[in-house]
């Protein structure tokens, strides 16, 4: 099982910048692909970015750009850099990871942090 922990939400003015942290931990053998998603109110759960473990990203639709996703990969550490915020973009960021455990490196999982809260509002 993987553990993640979100840090790095809060409250921001329209044009203002956050960063989120994520830290994965538990019987992690490889992280293949750690990631973002959002739920903004009253919307289904949409990918914001993902990093595979070669460093390759992907980006949801009007993302890249203001949005960086990067990651530590010695330290099982995903980040995601957040420029230009609209208040559209207020949403709980969740981190994921699909991940393989020691205990069988042959099986991808899904694991979903918390969630951290991101409100841009003036």
């Known amino acids: 099982q993987v553990q993640l922990v979100e840090s790095g939400g809060g409250l921001v003015r329209p044009g203002g910048t956050l960063r989120l942290s994520c830290a994965a931990s538990g019987s992690i053998f490889r992280i293949d692909v750690m990631g973002w998603y959002r739920q903004r109110p009253g919307k289904q759960r949409e990918m914001v970015a993902q990093i595979t473990h070669l460093g390759a990203t992907l980006y949801g639709d009007d993302m890249e750009g203001r949005f960086t996703i990067f990651r530590d990969v010695t330290e099982d550490m995903v980040f995601l850099q957040m420029n230009s915020l609209k208040p559209e973009d207020t949403a709980i960021y969740y981190c994921?990871?699909?991940?393989?455990?020691?205990?069988?490196?042959?099986?991808?999982?899904?694991?979903w942090g918390q969630g951290t809260q991101v409100t841009v509002s003036s």
């Open positions: 994921n990871t699909k991940a393989r455990s020691t205990d069988d490196p042959s099986v991808t999982r899904d694991s």
